[in-house]
């Protein structure tokens, strides 16, 4: 394990990749209006230009059954110099199916801020044992393109840790619970 580095901090204007990493939801046909409303909502909260990596739109099934294709997504906006942070679109849980196609020294020789939860701890982890922080946070579709807009807690922290190079100190908790979106209803097996 290396030493730990925190990436470079974001600014306005900054270009982020957003990304499919566990899960290809976000490129169905019933979110991709989500989609677009979570991308609108980084320019307009945030004054980011938001771009898709190459495959992170083509769809659940594609997604899960093509790994290498999410894992060259992450690989393309590691090394791509306009992309300064990689959002992750949703959670999922395959992500450990990406392991055998990442390469740790291209994540520390290129640290970009990495921004998710769920299943993406698993990416949390590579980042860490390259020696590069990350960022357990806000996924797009759910998080930030929540039907009522961003919500006031979620863009406060976003902002104090993605966009500012000072300590984040102690983590206010939020002052009401959050209500829960269904993305897809059903039972897990």
Same mark, same amino acid.
């Given at each position: 394990m290396h030493p $730990?580095?925190?990436?470079?901090? $974001?600014?306005?204007?900054?270009?982020?990749?957003?990304? =499919?990493?566990?899960?290809? /939801?976000?490129?169905?046909?019933?979110? @991709?209006e989500r989609y677009t409303f979570g991308k609108q909502q980084l320019k307009e909260h945030f004054g980011l230009h938001v771009v898709e990596t190459p495959n992170s739109l083509k769809g659940k099934a594609y997604l899960y059954n093509n790994p290498r294709c999410r894992a060259e997504d992450l690989n393309w906006a590691l090394t791509n110099p306009r992309i300064k942070g990689i959002f992750v679109n949703s959670g999922g849980d395959d992500g450990a199916r990406l392991l055998p196609y990442l390469d740790v020294n291209r994540i520390r020789s290129n640290p970009k801020i990495l921004l998710g939860y769920s299943d993406v701890s698993v990416f *949390?982890?590579?980042?860490?044992?390259?020696?590069? =922080? =990350?960022?357990?946070?806000?996924?797009?579709?759910?998080? @930030?393109?929540?039907?009522?807009? $961003?919500?006031?807690?979620?863009?406060?922290?976003? /902002?104090?840790?993605?966009?500012?190079?000072?300590? @984040?100190?102690?983590?206010?908790?939020?002052?009401? /619970?959050? +209500?829960? *979106?269904?993305?897809?209803?059903?039972?897990? +097996?």
């Open positions: $730990l580095m925190k990436p470079q901090k $974001l600014r306005p204007g900054d270009t982020i990749a957003t990304i =499919s990493l566990s899960g290809g /939801r976000a490129g169905d046909p019933d979110m @991709i *949390h982890m590579m980042f860490t044992y390259a020696g590069v =922080s =990350s960022f357990y946070g806000a996924n797009v579709l759910s998080s @930030i393109a929540q039907p009522d807009g $961003l919500d006031a807690y979620t863009e406060k922290w976003s /902002r104090k840790v993605l966009f500012s190079g000072s300590c @984040i100190g102690e983590v206010e908790p939020e002052d009401k /619970r959050a +209500e829960i *979106h269904i993305l897809e209803a059903g039972v897990k +097996e």
